[in-house]
């Protein structure tokens, strides 16, 4: 932006303020007192103002520009929209390699498997509705985005970086079922719930820890 010269003599004329633009002049004019009801003080000292970040064009003159306040980051547990209990939830089962052992149901494994489970679920591949770690197997309840994206696919992934990323051997291939109505829902999270009960690992469903859900509570299915 260009301003006039400097005038050498004391006075300077008001000329020259009258050419200035209309939101500079009464600063550079009227530096330290108030040109106009409607402007702010500025002094010598700094203005702190909440948001706002001041731009020094001169050793005296600041100018405030606005700074975008910073959203808070959406959590993992809210509910995308595409995640509508009328469509179909896929209940799925997937074997470890190896049966018989306990290679899942532990701190260290099941904290690295559901982080990567919640990974999924904060980049909108899936909606794991119940995702329960038995010694051996997966149980699991999700709903699938209308991506285009098989299911085959996503399952496949997951199971491809969980055998490099945490040492887990997988059978080939994994079982899936699709849920079409309400009831058969319901029946499946509490039989995946009770999973643990049936196999004595339990004594009732909420003692066994290795579970996530994705909205962190068992899903209300009515």
């Given at each position: 932006?260009?301003?006039?010269?400097?005038?050498?003599?004391?006075?300077?004329?008001?000329?020259?303020?009258?050419?200035?633009?209309?939101?500079?002049?009464?600063?550079?004019?009227?530096?330290?007192?108030?040109?106009?009801?409607?402007?702010?003080?500025?002094?010598?000292?700094?203005?702190?103002?909440?948001?706002?970040?001041?731009?020094?064009?001169?050793?005296?003159?600041?100018?405030?520009?606005?700074?975008?306040?910073?959203?808070?980051?959406?959590?993992?547990?809210?509910?995308?929209?595409?995640?509508?209990?009328?469509?179909?939830?896929?209940?799925?089962?997937?074997?470890?390699?190896?049966?018989?052992?306990?290679?899942?149901?532990?701190?260290?494994?099941?904290?690295?498997?559901?982080?990567?489970?919640?990974?999924?679920?904060?980049?909108?591949?899936?909606?794991?509705?119940?995702?329960?770690?038995?010694?051996?197997?997966?149980?699991?309840?999700?709903?699938?985005?209308?991506?285009?994206?098989?299911?085959?696919?996503?399952?496949?992934?997951?199971k491809e970086w969980t055998a490099k990323a945490v040492g887990i051997?997988?059978?080939?291939?994994?079982?899936?079922?699709?849920?079409?109505?309400?009831?058969?829902?319901?029946?499946?999270?509490?039989?995946?719930?009770?999973?643990?009960?049936?196999?004595?690992?339990?004594?009732?469903?909420?003692?066994?820890?290795?579970?996530?859900?994705?909205?962190?509570?068992?899903?209300?299915?009515?």
């Amino acid at each position: 932006m260009m301003f006039p010269p400097a005038s050498s003599g004391r006075n300077e004329p008001r000329e020259t303020c009258a050419r200035l633009p209309v939101f500079i002049a009464p600063l550079l004019c009227g530096a330290g007192r108030r040109s106009a009801p409607s402007l702010p003080f500025f002094g010598q000292r700094a203005v702190h103002t909440i948001g706002l970040r001041p731009l020094r064009l001169t050793a005296s003159v600041p100018i405030i520009f606005p700074v975008p306040i910073p959203r808070r980051k959406s959590l993992p547990h809210e509910i995308p929209l595409w995640v509508d209990p009328q469509r179909a939830i896929y209940f799925i089962t997937i074997n470890c390699e190896l049966r018989g052992t306990n290679q899942l149901a532990t701190d260290g494994i099941a904290a690295a498997l559901f982080e990567t489970v919640r990974h999924r679920q904060e980049q909108g591949l899936w909606w794991p509705h119940v995702f329960l770690l038995m010694p051996d197997h997966v149980h699991a309840l999700i709903s699938f985005p209308p991506s285009g994206k098989c299911i085959k696919l996503i399952v496949g992934q997951w199971k491809e970086w969980t055998a490099k990323a945490v040492g887990i051997g997988w059978q080939r291939d994994f079982f899936e079922h699709r849920l079409r109505h309400a009831e058969s829902r319901r029946e499946k999270a509490d039989y995946i719930l009770r999973n643990p009960v049936r196999k004595k690992l339990a004594a009732r469903p909420e003692d066994w820890p290795f579970v996530y859900f994705a909205d962190g509570q068992r899903p209300p299915f009515r």
